[in-house]
């Protein structure tokens, strides 16, 4: 499927990190994204796109707000996206369960808007930049 793995090894188990936000701490991401973002593979790229996804949907306000813990969410200059995510839904001014299920679903009809497609990057960035005006 051409979606983002949301999913973190925590203790041996593969957790969903939007699924279990409340109990995955930034710092079990964190280490996860460090291992992901040193890598030159499919997974890496994921994360690439899907911080590129969140930096791109932000308002400019959002933006300069979660500049200010830009080392939170980066190592060596490369942002992981899932770490992103978890400063991004952190840094919102009400944190709450409609946030993160809006944010899952707005990421899962992508990977199905590819599909639909037959995976035609045009129609794919078409329906990305109407969910980021969103």
Same mark, same amino acid.
């Given at each position: 499927?051409?979606?983002?793995?949301?999913?973190?090894?925590?203790?041996?188990?593969?957790? !969903?990190?939007?699924? #279990?936000?409340?109990?995955?701490?930034? %710092?079990?991401?964190?280490?996860?994204?460090?291992?992901?973002?040193?890598?030159? !593979?499919?997974?890496?790229?994921?994360?690439?796109?899907?911080? #590129?996804? +969140?930096?791109?949907? +932000?308002? %400019?306000?959002? &933006?300069?707000?979660?500049?200010?813990?830009?080392?939170?969410?980066?190592?060596?200059?490369?942002?992981?996206?899932?770490?992103?995510? &978890?400063?991004?839904?952190?840094?919102?001014?009400?944190?709450?369960?409609?946030?993160?299920? #809006?944010?899952?679903?707005?990421?899962?009809?992508?990977?199905?808007?590819? +599909?639909?497609?037959?995976?035609?990057?045009?129609?794919?960035?078409?329906?990305?930049?109407? +969910?980021?005006?969103?």
């Amino acid at each position: 499927m051409a979606g983002w793995d949301m999913t973190i090894d925590v203790n041996g188990a593969k957790v !969903d990190v939007l699924t #279990h936000y409340g109990t995955v701490t930034s %710092e079990q991401v964190k280490q996860a994204g460090l291992l992901v973002t040193a890598g030159q !593979d499919r997974a890496a790229q994921n994360s690439y796109q899907l911080a #590129h996804f +969140l930096r791109e949907s +932000l308002t %400019e306000p959002a &933006k300069m707000k979660l500049a200010v813990k830009e080392t939170d969410y980066t190592s060596n200059g490369v942002t992981h996206g899932l770490i992103l995510l &978890k400063a991004v839904v952190g840094a919102a001014s009400v944190d709450t369960r409609y946030t993160i299920v #809006h944010i899952k679903k707005q990421i899962s009809s992508l990977s199905q808007e590819m +599909l639909a497609n037959d995976n035609n990057i045009v129609n794919f960035n078409a329906k990305a930049n109407m +969910l980021e005006q969103e």
